[in-house]
């Protein structure tokens, strides 16, 4: 069986590129594309934990299977939002929607 | 499985029966042309809400655990439902020209309905659910107006953030199932040990939860979130959302993270002091009135983490529930005046435009006067007592010769020191209304019932609950 630290290498990277890709990425979809792999970093991490560590029970699969159904929820009306931005502005670059500033 | 659990949640159920109450309404009339007596059904359907939260049901655990519920949360309950009666009752002259007000009211009971899910988790599965019913449909609110550019600029900042920070607060959580095996709070609780795991899964879970609250290293998203957002929208995020999530952090911090208090209260203090003092600063060069209260809403975030600092679990949950209740009657009142002064100004909120506003508009000027001394924290408005309150707790069982205790002496201190600060930019508003001279101030208007109806109870709150001691004794009895 795999350790389960490599596991927790994987998603240790997984849950850097994200932030990474969510600091640095000027466009709005890519930026949610990003949040989403950190959404799934973490739910490697509970399947892992739940799989190798405390095979008695399913709360860490249940916690995932919640996660992404969420997630789905939020991605949708996340993109709702994007496409009402881009109908204001015509462009989903985090540089053009700066319509306030300080 | 017992189904008679579902009725022993009762304020959950209250609300999940305005849902289903204010769905119904708005199917069955769709079609008649104006519906006056919307705003009022759901106003009253809250207030409603508000008196069976007050319902005292005692300490309950229900679900194998997944839901708790004790009088502390109870209380906290019903302010929030209080706040939100406000908000609604506030919001009439605007949801009803956007056209959707059946649909904003539903949106504003259903992010309720979340924070009061998230408030009596059990469990940090639960936990995450409320927080994201109360995110998501927040979400939408803050888009509300469709066809202003601010708005979806705000609301893309907003669910981005919100998402980006549930992703890191779950990485924390992920990391504590890691350690422990379990997700059930009293669990976490008994076999708590401060090992590196643990110490990262709470950094991570306080940062998450700081950008809910926007503490300040995660604030980068208040001011053009609270500025783009509708008027009614934004006060509703600067204090229901704000208190819920507070709450929930403080009663997490406690009762899971217990007996880690060292670490946390290092944490805690640094991140208090950064609020309170960078927002002040930034909030004295604003010149745009809702990003102005962006910036006192995070100091004030602040102020409410501040009772975290203390080490008695009695005072501190009832200091910030004091807070939270004094806060939101404040904040609402502003919130209530930008926003009919926003629909006389054609949509601007500059605090120049408030220029000779006491001419014109003497009354509502001298409210929102009295507002700003009970944010300010000036003595005979509730304002100064809260803050005097949490102050108190922030000190409880600090010993002054101890490391942590002459830190947590010295953070109080700042936070004494900022309220000053926060004096200065409040009332320039106050001058710009009563000392500014202008040629041409806001032309004299006559606010509508509801509004008036809105500032009468937010006042009445103002002058008495901190006059009337019996306000603090019956949240400090009840906890």
Not at chain 2, 368 to 385: E, R
């Amino acid at each position: 069986m795999i350790p389960v630290g490599y596991f927790f290498v994987l998603s240790g990277l997984l849950f850097f590129i994200g932030v990474f890709g969510f600091v640095t990425r000027r466009n709005l979809v890519a930026m949610l594309i990003s949040v989403e792999l950190v959404l799934n970093s973490v739910d490697i991490n509970f399947a892992a934990f739940n799989r190798l560590l405390f095979p008695d029970g399913y709360e860490g699969m249940f916690f995932t299977l919640f996660s992404i159904g969420v997630s789905a929820a939020e991605s949708a009306v996340a993109l709702a939002i994007i496409i009402n931005v881009y109908r204001h502005f015509h462009s989903d670059q985090v540089n053009s929607i700066e319509n306030m500033k300080l | 499985m017992n189904y008679s659990d579902f009725f022993k949640m009762i304020p959950e159920a209250s609300l999940i029966a305005i849902l289903i109450v204010l769905f119904v309404a708005d199917f069955a009339t769709a079609k008649t042309e104006e519906r006056k007596w919307f705003n009022p059904l759901a106003s009253v359907l809250l207030l409603l809400n508000t008196f069976v939260c007050l319902y005292p049901m005692g300490t309950q655990n229900l679900f194998g655990g997944m839901y708790e519920t004790t009088p502390a949360v109870d209380v906290m309950k019903a302010i929030l439902s209080m706040g939100t009666f406000i908000v609604v009752v506030q919001s009439r002259v605007w949801a009803a020209k956007s056209g959707k007000e059946a649909e904003f009211y539903m949106l504003i009971v259903s992010t309720l309905l979340g924070m009061f899910t998230m408030m009596s988790a059990g469990n940090f599965l639960m936990f995450f659910l409320g927080l994201e019913m109360a995110s998501v449909p927040l979400a939408c609110t803050v888009a509300f107006d469709m066809y202003r550019k601010n708005s979806a600029e705000g609301a893309a900042k907003f669910i981005l953030t919100a998402t980006f920070s549930s992703g890191v607060m779950l990485y924390g959580i992920s990391f504590l199932y890691g350690q422990f095996g379990t997700l059930y709070f009293a669990d976490i609780a008994t076999k708590m040990q401060a090992t590196p795991l643990v110490i990262m899964g709470l950094v991570f879970f306080f940062s998450g939860l700081g950008f809910k609250i926007s503490l300040v290293p995660f604030h980068f998203w208040t001011a053009d979130t609270y500025q783009g957002a509708p008027t009614t929208v934004t006060g509703y995020l600067s204090v229901i959302s704000k208190g819920a999530a507070a709450f929930t952090l403080l009663s997490i911090l406690f009762h899971v993270f217990g007996d880690m208090m060292e670490y946390w209260h290092v944490l805690l203090m640094i991140v208090v002091v950064l609020s309170i003092t960078i927002a002040n600063l930034f909030a004295v060069r604003q010149n745009e009135l809702k990003r102005f209260m962006a910036f006192s809403s995070i100091s004030q975030a602040g102020y409410i983490m501040l009772a975290a600092i203390g080490n008695n679990w009695a005072n501190s949950v009832a200091a910030l529930s004091y807070y939270v209740l004094i806060y939101v009657v404040a904040n609402m009142a502003v919130f209530t005046i930008i926003s009919v002064v926003e629909q006389n100004n054609g949509g601007k909120t500059n605090i120049d435009d408030y220029n000779g506003f006491y001419q014109t508009n003497p009354r509502l000027s001298f409210l929102m006067t009295l507002a700003m001394f009970s944010l300010g924290g000036i003595p005979p408005f509730a304002g100064m007592f809260s803050k005097f309150f949490i102050f108190m707790s922030g000190v409880n069982g600090a010993d002054i010769n101890t490391t942590m205790g002459a830190w947590a002496y010295g953070v109080v201190f700042i936070a004494l020191l900022n309220t000053v600060i926060s004096l200065y930019y409040y009332l320039k508003i106050v001058k710009a209304m009563y000392i500014v001279r202008t040629d041409n101030p806001l032309p004299t208007f006559k606010s509508d019932c509801n509004t008036k109806f809105a500032l009468a109870i937010c006042m009445a709150g103002i002058l008495l609950f901190g006059v009337c001691s019996f306000v603090y004794e019956w949240i400090a009895a009840a906890v």
